[in-house]
């Protein structure tokens, strides 16, 4: 279990621009960081409906509702003006989407956090974290191929520019984020309709909502050099999971095989990485070796 972040000084009066903030991640980033009495928070989306929808839930005069997509540089780099920090959870995230799209994901996963890197060297922001994926390591799909690079990126760039700071976190799954599989079996039960999953042996990485916001956070607060910070976590079979969260038996569900591009069993860290990590009681640290 990560433990929980204690209150920090490190966002008053800052002014913050979060990249995909209406995303489940984006939007728990923006749910701390309201706490945390800054100047203004920038809620950048090219998700109209979900802008809206975010503007009447939070009802904060702190916030700041921008529509527009991380593709388009010179939109990125209004959004980024005057801005203090910047975290970067804009995505193409679905294995799905992006095997059949793939050139879709790597113009946003790839070529749009290279547009909010240039913007924020060029706007002169202190700390950029980005937001990675489980799926990086050893990438078998488009997606996870677009999110390794996106690691890279971040710490070529960093070399290029080291007077702006820069982080990676490499998560695990978020438990009930939006499009993944806790919502989509509630869905289905409640509909009376047949539970399906991929795989009885389909091994995944969960992490709660708090656990993410605390991990993200510290890596924000302490990460440099563009390093990849991994928060060492317990695999759990899917199933059991599901056992857990909705008191169902293997007997009740329905497997129909693994699709196009997803592994049996996601790892967090290679063996080849694992060799150079800096190993603490909770993460791992991936330091950049580039020079």
């Given at each position: 279990m990560l433990k929980k972040m204690t209150k920090t000084n490190f966002f008053e009066n800052r002014t913050i621009c979060?990249?995909?903030?209406?995303?489940?991640?984006?939007?728990?980033?923006?749910?701390?960081?309201?706490?945390?009495?800054?100047?203004?928070?920038?809620?950048?989306?090219?998700d109209e409906n979900s802008l809206w929808?975010?503007?009447?839930?939070?009802?904060?005069?702190?916030?700041?509702?921008?529509?527009?997509?991380?593709?388009?540089?010179?939109?990125?780099?209004?959004?980024?003006?005057?801005?203090?920090?910047?975290?970067?959870?804009?995505?193409?995230?679905?294995?799905?989407?992006?095997?059949?799209n793939p050139i879709e994901a790597v113009n946003t996963n790839i070529l749009g956090l290279d547009n909010i890197i240039e913007a924020c060297i060029s706007a002169n922001v202190?700390?950029?974290?980005?937001?990675?994926?489980?799926?990086?390591?050893?990438p078998i799909c488009v997606m996870g191929y677009t999110k390794a690079i996106g690691e890279r990126i971040m710490q070529t760039r960093w070399i290029q520019n080291p007077t702006f700071d820069m982080v990676s976190v490499r998560l695990g799954n978020v438990l009930g984020s939006r499009g993944s599989i806790i919502p989509i079996v509630r869905d289905l039960i409640e509909q009376n309709k047949p539970i399906t999953i991929t795989d009885s042996n389909m091994v995944r990485y969960f992490m709660k909502e708090n656990e993410v916001?605390?991990?993200?956070?510290?890596a924000f607060i302490e990460g440099n050099h563009a390093d990849i910070w991994i928060p060492k976590l317990k695999e759990e079979l899917l199933i059991d999971v599901l056992e857990r969260e909705f008191k169902i038996s293997e007997k009740e569900v329905i497997f129909i095989g693994k699709r196009?591009?997803?592994?049996?069993?996601?790892?967090?860290?290679?063996?080849?990485e694992l060799e150079d990590a800096q190993s603490e009681k909770e993460y791992w640290i991936l330091k950049n070796t580039y020079d």
């Open positions: 979060v990249f995909g903030g209406t995303g489940t991640i984006g939007s728990l980033i923006i749910e701390y960081l309201l706490k945390q009495q800054p100047s203004s928070i920038r809620v950048f989306s090219n929808e975010k503007e009447q839930e939070w009802n904060s005069d702190k916030l700041r509702f921008l529509l527009g997509d991380i593709r388009d540089y010179r939109r990125v780099l209004r959004a980024v003006r005057n801005t203090d920090y910047v975290f970067n959870s804009a995505a193409i995230k679905h294995v799905s989407k992006a095997e059949y202190k700390k950029l974290l980005h937001i990675s994926t489980d799926k990086a390591c050893e916001v605390d991990f993200i956070m510290k196009k591009g997803e592994k049996l069993k996601e790892i967090l860290i290679s063996q080849d």
